[in-house]
């Protein structure tokens, strides 16, 4: 069976490049966070990752708008 | 899917319907170098020019049969490891280095395909004969509008293509196998289905449950058959609504299928990047979860279990798609019998 697996496609990781880094998932558990507290919109988010962190890598740690959206423009690209 | 040697019809839907598009692998399967690739009820030979350009040629040298995808791409050619002839993409043997000038030499000896690529996907047009102009491939709109983002994931699977069309046109079983998911938790366990009509196909539909599960499918055919579902997402995903799935299928042999989902959502500026990354970081795991329950089932059908079935009313979507199906092939062996020579008596 295991033989016979390895005949067709099943890769579960297509979108990402590499595996991420646990800045990463930090950062992917405060953001779902903050959505299911119903915090759809952008100063909400920031405040809230300032708040339960991860803090941001640039700004002596501390998330803006504009750096939020940096950083997410990166991550998505 | 069982092949029925005697029904002709069930011998055109295995192979896959002819003169339309199908997605047949993702981009990244191809580079310079010739790949092989059965879909189709063929083998196809792909490959790229050093500027990127894609071509597609049966899999198969004219001179004696050996694969071409052995051989070494030479730009738009393709020279066969064999005797070294020579076929240009549009299927033109432009040197046979044994026998020049032999009859071989200028013949249009090989069976050449048009190829595109879009949304991450090679799609390949699966011509009867040789056309010079395929018809335009046509997408759904949540693949080709600014509005929306979009993945691939693409998988094979073992079983009939047509399996996997049945299970996407069933959205009930969204209730029951995917009940342990991160999105198809709620909704009741019964429901109505109706079908409605569109100007491509068909949506079938749950009465009085929409957004809440899997609760809609459309089937639809732009040249390209492709299917269409949303499926909410928790309060986790974020901004945005509902994700969308378009999905469409290839027959790989009679019991694997070439299986193309993209996982789209209609979102712009930080929105949109926030779930490309949520997506990449874990979303994607999440659905390939759901899309495994989904699998694990598939395979473990028996090759003919279509045809010990004891269907219901939620059924009648994919009744109504494999009556569909049937009366395209049919339509497919009139045309092909009109266009064969008329046999001596």
């Keep these: 069976m295991s033989e016979l697996r390895q005949e067709v496609y099943l890769n579960p990781h297509q979108a990402r490049r590499r595996p991420p880094t646990p800045y990463e998932d930090l950062l992917g558990d405060s953001i ?3 959505f299911a507290a119903g915090i ?14 991860p803090g941001c890598l640039q700004n002596e740690g501390v998330w803006t708008e504009a750096l939020y959206q940096e950083e997410m423009t990166r991550l998505a690209a | 899917m069982r092949t029925i040697a005697n029904d002709p019809v069930e011998a055109v839907l295995a192979a896959g319907l002819k003169d339309l598009w199908y997605p047949i692998c993702p981009s990244e399967f191809v580079a310079e170098r010739p790949v092989s690739l059965r879909r189709l009820g063929k083998k196809f030979v792909l490959w790229r020019e050093a500027s990127g350009k894609l071509h597609a040629l049966e899999d198969h040298c004219p001179h004696r049969g050996a694969p071409l995808s052995m051989g070494i791409a030479m730009g738009d050619r393709i020279a066969c490891g064999y005797h070294g002839v020579q076929v240009r993409f549009d299927g033109v043997v432009t040197s046979v280095p044994g026998s020049p000038g032999c009859k071989l030499e200028g013949a249009k000896a090989t069976r ?4 595109q690529e879009a949304c991450g996907a090679i799609f390949l047009y699966n011509s009867t004969v040789n056309v010079d102009q395929p018809p335009p491939l046509r997408l759904p709109e949540e693949l080709t509008s600014d509005e929306y983002s979009h993945f691939l994931c693409y998988t094979e699977w073992k079983g009939g293509y047509r399996y996997v069309t049945d299970n996407v046109m069933d959205p009930m079983h969204g209730t029951f196998l995917h009940k342990q998911s991160h999105s198809m938790a709620e909704g009741d366990n019964t429901a109505t289905f109706r079908v409605r009509e569109t100007d491509l196909g068909f949506v079938f539909e749950k009465e009085g449950q929409r957004g809440v599960n899997f609760d809609w499918t459309e089937w639809a055919d732009t040249g390209l058959h492709w299917m269409r579902l949303a499926i909410p997402y928790p309060k986790t995903g974020g901004p945005g609504g509902s994700f969308f799935i378009i999905g469409s299928y290839t027959p790989i042999t009679d019991n694997v299928a070439a299986v193309f989902h993209w996982r789209c959502r209609k979102l712009s500026g930080w929105q949109r990047d926030t779930w490309r990354f949520l997506y990449r970081n874990r979303l994607e795991a999440r659905h390939w979860t759901v899309l495994e329950q989904d699998r694990v089932v598939l395979e473990m059908m028996e090759p003919d279990a279509n045809q010990r079935e004891m269907l219901y009313q939620h059924d009648m979507g994919l009744v109504r798609w494999r009556r569909h199906m049937r009366n395209l092939a049919k339509e497919q062996l009139e045309r092909e019998d009109a266009a064969a020579p008329t046999k001596a008596a």
Excluded: I, P
């Excluded at chain 1, 759809?40 to 962190?53: C, K, S």
């Excluded at chain 2, 050449?112 to 190829?115: N, R």
């Design chain 1, 32 to 34: 779902e966070r903050a």
């Design chain 1, 40 to 53: 759809h919109d952008l100063e909400g988010l920031v405040a809230h990752l300032n708040r339960t962190g």
């Design chain 2, 112 to 115: 050449s395909f048009h190829v």
